[in-house]
């Protein structure tokens, strides 16, 4: 494991490299001397991928290992971290527009955003289930054509699902949202 004395000791050299604590977490040293804490890991699609956790000083050791823990944790549901960021940083912006438009909506967020979360982490499980069957599929002995059939099967339930995480969402939002303009039009 790392301690912050090694830490702050790593010395920037002519490559960048990174120095382990255990469990996937990384410091990263740079030539130019910054360090950044990254999260390296095998994503649910399979890939390897690593996530930026915040630069050390600032992101102490206890506080990387926690990012470390949570990504880990959505890991194990079958979500791959950095997408989960990714649509945080986007309903953050959402969020503002969302304040500013609708309050009384706004009010709800929380909810939304646990119930969007945990529709993208369906459908993440669906995605995976789906790249798991055809991984087996692929392996079985089977002629060209049934192969052939059974990819552009796989290929409609991928373009399926991906319709389902861009409708899911937005049919939500217009249901509440044509509540919301109903109860403001029993108002007037």
């Not at 050299?13 to 604590?21: A, M, S």
């Not at 030539?31 to 915040?54: E, H, V």
């Amino acid at each position: 494991m790392l301690t912050d004395l090694k830490a702050r000791k790593a010395k920037p050299q002519e490559k960048e490299y990174t120095l382990g604590d255990g469990n996937r977490l990384f410091l990263l040293v740079r030539p130019n001397g910054t360090k950044s804490w990254l999260f390296i890991y095998t994503a649910p699609n399979g890939k390897r991928a690593k996530l930026t956790l915040g630069r050390y000083p600032a992101l102490g050791i206890a506080g990387a290992r926690k990012l470390r823990d949570h990504a880990s944790t959505l890991l194990n549901q079958s979500i791959d971290p950095r997408e989960y960021h990714k649509a945080l940083k986007a309903d953050g912006k959402k969020e503002a527009w969302l304040q500013e438009n609708y309050p009384s909506l706004h009010k709800n967020k929380n909810v939304l955003t646990s119930e969007l979360l945990k529709d993208y982490a369906t459908l993440k499980q669906k995605e995976h289930a789906i790249n798991e069957a055809f991984k087996f599929i692929s392996e079985i002995n089977i002629s060209k054509d049934e192969r052939s059939a059974l990819k552009k099967l796989a290929s409609t339930l991928n373009h399926a699902s991906e319709l389902l995480a861009k409708a899911s969402p937005a049919l939500e939002k217009i249901s509440k949202l044509d509540y919301e303009i109903k109860a403001r039009g029993q108002e007037c």
